[in-house]
């Protein structure tokens, strides 16, 4: 099994979250950095009252450096939009800073690749200084790897999708949000025939998450 350091020696003492970028930038607490092309850290305001985690930065988030800025950004945004909630009050990040990907046969496309539950791991402690630094009222998991990375390897999305949960005893540091899981809108995106009714159900999992 491989394994990494961890961030944990890369995250400051601060809850700055532009000190917590920054830093982020230098990380090499896991093998990721060095494919991608720059760390993409969380997105949003410093007291949001709902932070989001998705799984990993996609091809066009390592490009432009940003959170959920590609094909399943643009329908965040949208199910955000339908939900009633702006997203320039809330805080966007991922499980993982880094995209991992395969290249295609050609080596013209990044293809994702999900990432190992041990670099999940190693990233964890960047995700745990953004909890601190932001001590949202709710979390939103997007996704399953989101989910684990919170709430433990074993976390069955599928079992527990649109409950409200809480966060492990250890990671109750200076907050206890209420969490609530659902899917990624990449997987929106991938129902194709069923991708209304996916929307749709989305849509509703974060009307009943806004609406704690």
């Given at each position: 099994?491989v394994?990494?350091p961890g961030?944990?020696?890369?995250?400051?003492?601060t809850?700055?979250?532009?000190a917590l970028?920054?830093?982020a930038a230098?990380?090499?607490?896991?093998?990721?950095?060095?494919?991608?092309?720059?760390?993409?850290f969380?997105?949003?305001?410093?007291h949001a009252?709902i932070?989001?985690?998705?799984?990993?930065?996609?091809?066009?988030?390592d490009?432009?450096?940003?959170?959920?800025?590609g094909?399943?950004?643009?329908?965040?945004?949208?199910a955000?939009d339908?939900?009633?909630?702006?997203?320039?009050t809330?805080?966007?990040?991922?499980?993982?800073?880094?995209f991992?990907?395969?290249?295609?046969?050609?080596?013209?496309?990044?293809?994702?690749?999900?990432p190992?539950?041990?670099?999940?791991a190693?990233?964890r402690?960047?995700?745990?200084?953004?909890l601190?630094?932001?001590?949202p009222?709710?979390v939103?998991?997007?996704?399953a790897?989101a989910?684990?990375?919170?709430l433990?390897?074993?976390f069955?999305l599928?079992?527990?999708?649109?409950?409200v949960?809480?966060l492990?005893?250890e990671?109750?540091?200076?907050?206890?949000?209420?969490v609530?899981?659902?899917?990624h809108?990449s997987?929106?995106?991938?129902a194709?025939?069923?991708?209304?009714?996916?929307?749709?159900?989305?849509?509703?999992?974060?009307k009943?998450?806004?609406?704690?």
């Amino acid at each position: 099994m491989v394994t990494h350091p961890g961030a944990q020696r890369f995250v400051p003492d601060t809850r700055d979250l532009d000190a917590l970028a920054s830093a982020a930038a230098g990380c090499r607490g896991c093998d990721l950095y060095r494919d991608a092309e720059r760390t993409v850290f969380g997105d949003g305001g410093p007291h949001a009252r709902i932070l989001f985690v998705g799984e990993q930065p996609g091809n066009e988030e390592d490009l432009a450096g940003e959170p959920f800025v590609g094909p399943a950004g643009h329908l965040f945004d949208k199910a955000l939009d339908r939900a009633g909630i702006d997203r320039e009050t809330v805080y966007v990040t991922n499980a993982v800073k880094h995209f991992r990907f395969d290249r295609s046969a050609n080596g013209r496309r990044r293809i994702h690749r999900k990432p190992t539950g041990a670099q999940i791991a190693a990233c964890r402690p960047w995700l745990e200084a953004e909890l601190d630094a932001v001590r949202p009222e709710i979390v939103v998991c997007l996704g399953a790897t989101a989910a684990q990375s919170l709430l433990g390897k074993d976390f069955k999305l599928t079992r527990h999708r649109g409950e409200v949960l809480r966060l492990p005893d250890e990671l109750r540091g200076s907050c206890d949000p209420a969490v609530v899981v659902t899917v990624h809108p990449s997987a929106v995106l991938r129902a194709r025939s069923q991708r209304d009714d996916a929307f749709r159900a989305f849509v509703q999992d974060l009307k009943r998450a806004a609406a704690l």
